[in-house]
């Protein structure tokens, strides 16, 4: 039997044999393309784990024909970079050298200027792959030099061939026995997966290995034990990561889009990552920045149902959350509250802010109605319907409106109670 992983053993040698990845694989596509020629030029492989990065990096590497090298940011040094370019002036790296750099964000500025030299003249080719947005982890200055190629999650169809073969080539470890996987095995293998090769083909192993025990010369591998194997669907989940992002953002634009079944989606992900906290957080931005003025008594309700859920913990706090989300999901929406703070912001920053008037400085001291302080204040108590006519902004921003109601019946409410008062 092999020792190696069966991922390892079945890993593509040609492009045509790679699953997944279409719009960047196939007829007229970017990489079909460059190998074909043999041209390949500086590239940073981004996306999630299983999704073919390293096989697609060790195909471009033997069509260039050039020396290649693999390193890992997560254990390498400048030094390894170092013995790598002292390879250019021997005969073996006579044709120039490509560099596959896995999990380039590992590597610091530093560690990465020390590759610019190289990649500027073309003796090294390199090929970055990163499961992070290389726009916010690598150098500008090897972005700047480089194509970023994105690789997506593999559809589960797709990766059923994968599995397919990963059956055939298992059989090969153990002629002995008859090994059958029922399709809907194959199929749950494919949909736990989360878009990752690699753990498809992982629990095609681990389904062989759970029956060995038997000792049958017919091995069958049902749902069941495919189910036993998987445990948990896999799905892209890092709490410090790029999809963690990518999450709470479809989370938050979903609910704010007043779609609950995508925004319930987005919160079983959350939840199953263990993130309850992101959950409960945006929740209560959500019910301020997005809902607001709207209905402004679903900020307590929210805080209510966050409340609720940080004092019952997971698994139950799955269900005071879930109403939160659909309430939001439900209500009219307005951002007119963070517009209106962020436009004063704004206005602040830029040096708009003007001295406060006369009239309004604070005059509970001695010596400030000499200074005119307060003096001219109208207290509006004292007036009809606790309103009088008078200019609280700064004589620089007298004119400026920053609160513009949006079209929900509460702000329709304050908008006729702000025209009645002032009688326009």
Known sequence: MASNPLADRIRPMT?????????IIGEDK???????????????????????????ANICAKASGKSFYKLNATNA??????????????????????????????????????????IENGSITLIASTTENPYFYVYNAILSRSTVVEFKPIEAEDIEDAVRRGIEC?????????????????????????????????????????????????????????????????????KDGDSHYDVVSAFQKSIRGSDPDAAVHYL?????????????RRLMVIAAEDV??????????????????????????RIPLADAVIMLSCMPKSNAGICAIDDAIADIRAGRGGSVP???????????????????????????NAYVKQQYLPDTLKDKHYYVPRQNKTEDAYKKYLEFLKGE
Do not use: W
């Open 15 to 23: 492009l045509d044999d790679v699953v997944g990845q279409k719009h």
């Open 30 to 56: 970017i990489l079909t393309n460059l190998v074909s020629v043999g041209e390949i030029p500086n590239m940073i492989f981004y996306g999630p784990s299983g999704t073919g990065k390293t096989t697609v």
């Open 77 to 118: 040094s400048t030094k390894d970079i170092k013995d790598i370019v002292a390879e250019l002036d021997t005969l073996h790296g006579g044709n120039g050298v490509l560099l596959y750099l896995d999990e380039i964000q590992n590597f610091n500025k530093k560690q990465q200027q020390s590759l610019l030299e190289y």
């Open 170 to 238: 298992i059989r090969e470890d153990y002629p002995d026995k008859q090994i059958n996987f029922s399709e809907d095995a194959i199929i749950h293998i494919a949909h736990t997966a989360g878009g990752d090769v690699r753990k498809s083909l992982n629990a095609v192993e681990m389904c062989v290995k759970m029956r060995l025990y038997r000792d049958d010369a017919v091995l069958n591998v049902d749902i069941e034990t495919a189910c036993d194997a998987t445990q948990k669907s896999a799905f892209m989940f890092d």
């Open 268 to 280: 079983a992900r959350l939840l199953e990552g263990g993130d309850l906290i992101s959950a409960c």
């Open 292 to 317: 607001g003025l709207a209905y402004p008594n679903a900020i307590a309700i929210t805080k209510a149902c966050v409340d609720s859920a940080l004092q019952l913990g997971l698994p139950e706090a």
């Open 358 to 384: 006369l009239h309004l400085k604070d005059a509970h001291y001695s010596g400030a109605a000499k200074m005119g302080r307060g003096v001219e204040y109208k207290y509006p108590h004292a007036y009809k």
